[in-house]
């Protein structure tokens, strides 16, 4: 009985929070829709003249592109350094876990003020270039990537692993590579694959310190609020939602595999 | 004296020699730090340290207190703060509720839907930014689809998304998942017998939230507020796209300072910034001290 309550609950919350993509989907799948109860009729037009705009393709292109290279950056300075700071420094490691309040805490409007400043001319100029991005996406992303490292390196015993490697004739590195590495390799994609998913949804950083000049996804729709019809723009965010839940889906079936091992 | 010295030396160096492979690996790994530590330093702590020092200058580069005095004074910035801290109370507060029993409710379910409930919770999340305030402008803009359908059964006139209501519903709507997926597990933590124990002890259902539920998750349920909070206050891409910046709030104002078509008032930018993330500084040590405070209430 009581279960029945909590699932009228969930599903309530649940179709709530579908609506506006509910919505959304109906409307990018119909011909025209003004001032009836349902659409006038049904079509896939809109979705076709997305796939033929070279613009959005272009926008989804450099999306993937900035959001991997940023994260293949994260993955390749964060991992040695979380597992160093654990094995070796645990006062850097308290550090560390304070940066990630910080980043969380401090929104991006406030950090763009001090970086328009720092990085707009010589001998950094960075501010329009898609270098910065890399930086900046590395601070928003740091507090979730170091979640996920940290996690599961606490799922192993680090000390006796490494000592053990050591004793049998193993320097540290190799112990990090050849042991290390692969016990986390799991855990850290699926919380690559969820930041991938932030940040793919990133607009504030791209716009003001980048500007129009490189269109990611959202820049893309931000620009076609005008002269485009709704369904047009509908259909975009369904499209948009549809690569979230293919990122969302995969790391979840990641995670999953993960945890039966 | 010297033969003591010589064996000062001998053991100095025998020391020496035995940490000598632990302190060179101390010092590689400190340079495995390094790219980490400067990007931090390049992107985070020195625009921070950079706004600060950027809040106390005015546009001839002299020391001084203006660009806060103007923020005190000026109507439209205080406009903005108020506005943002307005959204922020209420869709953290509402947010919060709702997702206190939604993750409750849902931690209590027993079937097995329950994962792929938190999968589309979680792809939620991330729908944020410009396509959220899109579909929100599908779904109940002036030509919506839920306000057609509300209208042609007769229950509203039309609505406004564009008001401050539409705001409050759209940030509600981005806090609910946040607040789901974080207090989902905490509801681990209650065993169901407590609630059984605090029955038989002749105490009701709210007394068991009122001494037990609440009091052992409140360490979360605290954060969870906090970093919601944060979220709303931050909330600037779906704000800007759903009201096309007409809304004031401070991350609209901040930006427009530094990059405005209007005004450039680098001055005035890092005040608000300075003031935007003092206001959150402010909120994370209000809950570390409430902490304590409940801790050792608790605890002793």
Not at chain 1, 70 to 83: E, G, T
Not at chain 2, 187 to 202: A, K, S
Request: proline residues 3%; glycine residues 8%.
């Amino acid at each position: 009985m009581k279960n029945k309550v909590h699932m009228w609950i969930v599903t309530a919350i649940l179709t709530t929070l579908f609506l506006p993509i509910l919505g959304t989907l109906v409307y990018s799948l119909s011909t025209k829709w003004t001032n009836t109860l349902l659409p006038q009729g049904l079509t896939l037009k809109w979705y076709l003249e997305i796939f033929k705009n070279e613009m959005f393709l272009n926008a989804v292109g450099k999306s993937f592109w900035i959001c991997l290279v940023s994260l293949f950056f994260i993955a390749l300075i964060l991992v040695p350094a979380v597992f160093v700071a654990t094995y070796y420094f645990k006062k850097i490691e308290k550090f560390m876990e304070i940066l990630v309040l910080v980043c969380f805490a401090v929104p991006g409007a406030v950090s763009v003020v001090g970086l328009i400043k720092l990085y707009s001319s010589e001998p950094f100029r960075l501010v329009g270039t898609t270098y910065i991005l890399v930086g900046v996406y590395f601070v928003l992303a740091y507090p979730f990537v170091y979640r996920g490292i940290k996690n599961s390196l606490d799922g192993l015993n680090l000390k006796e692993l490494i000592e053990s490697a050591n004793i049998l004739g193993a320097s540290t590195r190799m112990a990090f590579f050849k042991i290390i590495v692969p016990n986390i390799s799991k855990g850290l994609s699926v919380s690559m694959l969820l930041t991938f998913s932030m940040l793919f949804g990133e607009f504030l950083l791209v716009n003001m310190l980048v500007g129009g000049k490189f269109q990611t996804v959202q820049m893309y729709i931000n620009s076609i609020k005008s002269g485009y019809s709704g369904h047009y723009s509908s259909a975009l965010v369904i499209t948009y939602f549809a690569i979230l839940l293919i990122l969302t889906t995969l790391a979840f079936y990641m995670g999953e595999k993960n945890n039966r091992r | 004296m010297e033969n003591i010295l010589e064996v000062e030396k001998i053991k100095r160096s025998k020391k020496i020699n035995i940490t000598t492979p632990q302190i060179e690996e101390h010092h590689k790994g400190f340079l495995i730090l390094l790219p980490f530590m400067i990007l931090m330093i390049m992107f985070l702590i020195s625009p921070f340290i950079s706004t600060f020092i950027g809040s106390f200058i005015n546009e001839y580069g002299e020391f001084t207190l203006e660009n806060y005095e103007y923020i005190f004074q000026s109507r439209f910035i205080k406009q903005s703060i108020f506005n943002s801290l307005e959204l922020a109370f209420i869709s953290t507060f509402v947010g919060l509720l709702i997702s206190l029993q939604g993750a409750y409710s849902l931690n209590r379910l027993k079937n097995s839907s329950k994962k792929s409930i938190l999968l589309f919770i979680n792809m939620l999340s991330n729908f944020s930014g410009i396509p959220l305030a899109f579909a929100f402008i599908i779904l109940l803009g002036s030509n919506g689809v839920m306000t057609i359908l509300l209208k042609n059964i007769g229950l509203i006139d039309g609505f406004d998304v564009y008001s401050k209501t539409g705001l409050i519903l759209m940030y509600i709507y981005f806090q609910l998942p946040l607040g789901l997926l974080l207090l989902y597990p905490v509801f681990d933590r209650l065993n169901p017998q407590w609630q059984e124990m605090v029955n038989i002890m002749g105490g009701s259902t709210f007394t068991f939230w009122k001494r037990v539920g609440i009091p052992v998750m409140l360490k979360e349920i605290l954060g969870t507020m906090l970093i919601m909070f944060a979220n709303a206050m931050g909330a600037y891409a779906c704000t800007l796209a759903l009201t096309n910046g007409t809304y004031n709030v401070m991350t609209i104002r901040i930006t427009s300072y530094i990059a405005g078509e209007v005004a450039y008032e680098p001055g005035i930018a890092s005040a608000m910034s300075i003031l935007l993330g003092g206001i959150l500084i402010f909120v994370v040590i209000i809950n570390e001290v409430m902490l304590k405070k409940k801790r050792g209430k608790y605890e002793k």
